[in-house]
């Protein structure tokens, strides 16, 4: 690895073409099952995971776990899953009414302890679909 002056690091493999890899990497937090249609909850987390590659970085999207629950695991694997991701990524993305879910709950509380960034969006950004609207101050 190294650091290029652009912000993106360049990772060589042998026998692998060379790829440039986006420095940041966002959590993308939201309520799945606890509040709202499931379909439509999923939409809003990929609208924002669209613009997070808008702007250069990689999306970490929880929301389709759903997909791979066959058979069943305990809500504590997924929950454990989760958090495995949010320690490696740089920023977090809260959506409208995380504070419905449990599991976002504790996702923003452990943002807290490690000091990894918060950013929370309202409907207003996810109704905008723009880039631009990442680069708003988080709304309180």
């Known amino acids: 690895f190294f650091q290029a002056e652009d912000g993106i690091r360049d990772y060589k493999v042998t026998g692998v073409q060379t790829c440039a890899l986006p420095i940041s990497v966002?959590?993308?937090a939201g309520p799945l099952t606890?509040?709202?249609?499931?379909?439509?909850?999923?939409?809003?987390?990929?609208?924002?995971a669209r613009m997070?590659?808008?702007?250069?970085?990689?999306?970490?999207?929880?929301?389709?776990?759903?997909?791979?629950?066959?058979?069943p695991q305990p809500y504590e694997f997924w929950?454990?899953?989760?958090?495995a991701l949010l320690e490696r990524c740089d920023l977090a993305?809260?959506?409208?009414?995380?504070?419905?879910?449990?599991?976002?709950?504790?996702?923003?509380?452990?943002?807290r302890e490690r000091g990894i960034r918060i950013i929370y969006l309202d409907a207003i950004?996810?109704?905008n679909d723009s880039p631009e609207s990442l680069e708003q101050p988080p709304s309180a």
């Not at 999306?59 to 759903?66: G, S």
């Not at 929950?79 to 958090?83: D, E, I, K, N, T």
């Open 52 to 71: 997070v590659v808008q702007n250069g970085m990689t999306p970490i999207v929880p929301h389709f776990f759903l997909e791979l629950d066959d058979p």
């Open 26 to 28: 966002a959590y993308i």
């Open 34 to 48: 606890t509040y709202g249609d499931v379909q439509r909850n999923r939409a809003n987390a990929v609208r924002v």
């Open 93 to 111: 993305f809260f959506l409208p009414k995380w504070q419905a879910s449990k599991g976002c709950r504790i996702e923003h509380a452990f943002c």
């Open 125 to 127: 950004t996810l109704d």
């Open 79 to 83: 929950m454990g899953a989760c958090l």
